[in-house]
């Protein structure tokens, strides 16, 4: 097998590249397609709505929803804060200042900051919001939720599938839920949609995100299903304005987005099985050789709910900066967040009970559209080798070998 070119791209968990068949449906919608959709008295607007229309179609049939039920936005960042705080304006149960809670909202520990910190600006208005902390294998269940249901819950938001790990949650269970509770249900369904079969419908959702460039469409576009039968959803705007979008979202739309978004979502929903099928062997593949090959390490998360194309893989014994110089070639992600000024483990895994060096020692590796099988044969190689090789500058991991109980052993203080 020909030695692939680096660096390798296994991020796709963080972007996807945009396909060029979307980039070639795109390119008009910058120059000849040019209108203004807003424009209903004249060709060059009608055109431009009409390509929008398809594109609401093709998001629509994606996620099994009506075309009217589709908002688009700038992507998932802006969906959930208009999902989450539209949502809990519209539905609060007291008003602000009335010194009751405006509302109770359940959402899980391990979100995306795109939905964990609306929830927290929430709770400083005075909603008061639950943060179901998940066990080691980051699963929310319809029982957790159940269990934090309230006579005043207004609001649950579940990831559908999660960023880090990738694991899935009960999102049908969780919906039918809310349903027989009559609790408006929002997912973050940035990672699952375009992976994964998605019925809104069958899984009781009423309102979810998601975003173009984490589907091998264009950046900064996205969009919100909200649903408009049983129950017609209703949201308090974040933007007013000019109205598009049924007044969810002012804005002159983002046309050439919005068709890229479109074309996205077509190629996604013929390919996703095949593509999935694919990239669960060769991430299997990886795991497997990684774990057969090196003792002290750990998948993070439910080993089989889980999305087919990401993986994090903890390393004992090895210093997380070190990891990732010796695996540069390599683009992921590690376990430690670039906080302003330091190095902090990744709340997701903290909060699934990943020590903190280990969490630093930990790599999530996403596979994506044009992984190659010489790619992954490549990072195994790498990993193994690099691993390997920091181990033997390791004090610790000799005593381990040695046999020696290292969390009985009494340190010496300087
Ligand atoms: C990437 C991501 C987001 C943010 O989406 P943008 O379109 O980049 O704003 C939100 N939630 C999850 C789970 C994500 O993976």
């Known amino acids: 097998m020909t030695a692939p070119t680096l660096p390798i791209y296994l991020d796709h968990a963080a972007t996807t590249p945009c396909d060029p068949r979307v980039v070639e449906a795109m390119l008009p919608y910058f120059t000849e397609i040019f209108g203004n959709p807003g424009s209903r008295n004249h060709q060059f607007g009608w055109k431009a709505e009409e390509a929008v229309d398809k594109a609401r179609e093709q998001v629509a049939a994606l996620i099994g929803a009506n075309e009217k039920e589709v908002i688009f936005t700038s992507g998932s960042t802006e969906s959930n804060n208009l999902a989450l705080r539209g949502g809990a304006i519209m539905y609060e149960k007291a008003p602000a200042n009335s010194g009751k809670p405006r509302g109770h909202i359940i959402t899980n520990a391990i979100e995306h900051k795109a939905v964990l910190d609306p929830c927290k600006r929430l709770q400083k208005e005075g909603f008061d919001v639950t943060f179901l902390e998940p066990g080691p294998d980051g699963i929310i269940t319809a029982a957790m939720v159940q269990e934090a249901m309230r006579a005043d819950t207004i609001l649950v938001s579940i990831m559908w599938a999660n960023n ?61 299903f909200v649903r408009r039968r049983k129950p017609r959803v ?139 099988d010489a790619q992954i044969d490549y990072t195994i190689d790498k990993i193994i080798t690099a691993v390997r090789k920091l181990r033997t500058l390791s004090p610790l991991y000799d005593m381990h070998k040695e046999g020696i109980d290292l969390s009985k052993v009494e340190w010496a203080h300087h």
């Open 164 to 224: 880090e790990l990738g694991v899935i949650n009960d999102i049908p269970q969780i919906g039918a839920l809310c349903k027989s509770r009559d609790v408006l249900f929002h997912t973050d369904a940035t990672q699952w949609v375009g992976k994964m079969p998605t019925d809104v419908e069958a899984a009781g959702i009423d309102l979810l995100s998601l975003s173009s460039h984490k589907m091998y469409g264009p950046k900064g576009v996205g969009a919100l």
């Open 234 to 372: 209703r949201l308090t705007p974040l933007v007013d304005g000019g109205g598009q979008e049924r007044g969810f979202r002012s804005g002159t739309l983002n046309v050439s987005g919005i068709v890229g978004l479109g074309k996205a979502a077509e190629i996604a929903k013929a390919e996703m099985a095949a593509e999935g099928a694919r990239l669960l062997v060769m991430r299997r593949r990886l795991e497997e050789t990684i774990t057969a090959q090196l003792d002290s390490t750990q998948i993070n998360g439910h080993r089989e709910k889980r999305l087919p194309h990401i993986t994090n893989i903890s390393f004992g014994f090895v210093e997380g900066e070190s990891l990732m110089m010796a695996c540069k070639e390599i683009a992921c992600s590690s376990g430690s967040a670039c906080t302003s000024a330091s190095l902090e483990p990744s709340y997701v895994l903290k909060t699934l009970g990943v020590g903190d060096e280990l969490a630093h020692s930990s790599l999530r590796l996403s596979l994506g559209r044009w992984t190659t």
